[in-house]
């Protein structure tokens, strides 16, 4: 395990499985992160963000579920996939995902969100290996030239964050919503507060006491946790427009697939560089950088990391079967 600090946030690093629980917990964990040439070093891309124990998976690469299940991620806990674009190395597992989900007898619904044109590519290999599907598929499709919130519950809000890709690209803001106050209880006790009253407190409200004596929300609470954020960057070029849109979060990964002397070829490819990955991140002044999306050509990428740093030193490594913890 490997820690680091960020301002007021604790981020830890586990290769293998995360060990700590947290009720509350804001986490990412690599499957892939490899680029679209196959390596017997990487997989290709996929994530799976646990937000307070709900499973967002980010991207599909060929063996997400073999990783998925080597990191003893639950099934059930998996309603929404985000897909950033149409490229194989980020959507060749959901065929066998959606097969798998399928001999599990899943009878939840599942949701896919992606650019146009994932549903007309998936229907017919659903419809020919999955002839009697247990559970629905719901397709969404998203405009990628425009920023839009896609999902919303009541704990989080996804918005698309539009790259510039060889195809039309999205990354995904993924941001908590403010949560409630945290209840004193020796102040409740104490005061003798009846229960009917503590989802007020909780939202802010005051107590009044039988004699008129008003009692102010911040002795009965402490303040809530910190809502936190993290934003997906891969694939694209260099993009500074997406500066604003990632401004401060708290975690972000963003593709650096070229070493700074690939330059030209990133950009032939409409792909990133390490300098320019870790200069978005400086720019946003995010509190944490995660690079991936390696090209098959480094052996080593710790020469890309060591790039990435020179100019934002909060930067790691996205390696398989690593879990990202940030907490308050």
Request: hydrophobic share 40%; aromatic share 10%.
């Amino acid at each position: 395990m490997s820690a680091y600090f960020a301002g007021t946030f604790f981020i830890a690093i586990f290769v293998g499985r995360t060990i700590l629980i947290n009720m509350e917990k804001f986490e990412l964990t690599i499957l892939g992160c490899g680029s679209a040439k196959p390596t017997t070093r990487h997989f290709p891309s996929s994530q799976v963000l646990n937000v307070r124990d709900k499973l967002f998976m980010i991207d599909c690469g060929e063996g997400t579920q073999l990783q998925y299940c080597r990191n003893k991620l639950s099934f059930n806990r998996l309603n929404h996939i985000f897909i950033s674009h149409l490229h194989g190395d980020h959507l060749f597992g959901l065929p066998g995902l959606i097969s798998t989900f399928n001999l599990l007898s899943r009878t939840a619904e599942l949701h896919v969100h992606s650019p146009k044109g994932l549903q007309q590519m998936m229907q017919p290999i659903m419809d020919y290996c999955n002839y009697d599907m247990s559970y629905q598929v719901f397709f969404h499709e998203f405009d990628t030239n425009q920023s839009a919130m896609i999902f919303e519950d009541r704990t989080l809000t996804v918005t698309t964050i539009p790259l510039k890709h060889r195809v039309p690209t999205c990354g995904f803001l993924f941001k908590e919503k403010e949560g409630l106050r945290h209840i004193r209880r020796d102040m409740i006790d104490a005061y003798e507060i009846p229960i009917a009253y503590i989802n007020n407190i909780k939202a802010g409200a005051d107590f009044v006491l039988p004699d008129g004596e008003v009692i102010a929300n911040d002795r009965l609470t402490t303040p809530a946790s910190k809502a936190h954020s993290y934003a997906y960057c891969s694939d694209t070029m260099y993009h500074p427009q997406i500066v604003e849109q990632v401004r401060g979060v708290d975690l972000l990964y963003h593709e650096a697939t070229y070493a700074a002397e690939h330059e030209t070829k990133a950009q032939l490819h409409f792909h990133s560089t390490t300098l320019q990955a870790a200069q978005i991140a400086k720019d946003a002044q995010v509190s944490q950088l995660v690079i991936g999306h390696f090209s098959a050509r480094y052996d080593d990428e710790n020469k890309l990391l060591e790039e990435a740093k020179s100019i934002f030193p909060n930067t790691i490594l996205a390696q398989e079967d690593q879990t990202v913890l940030v907490e308050d």
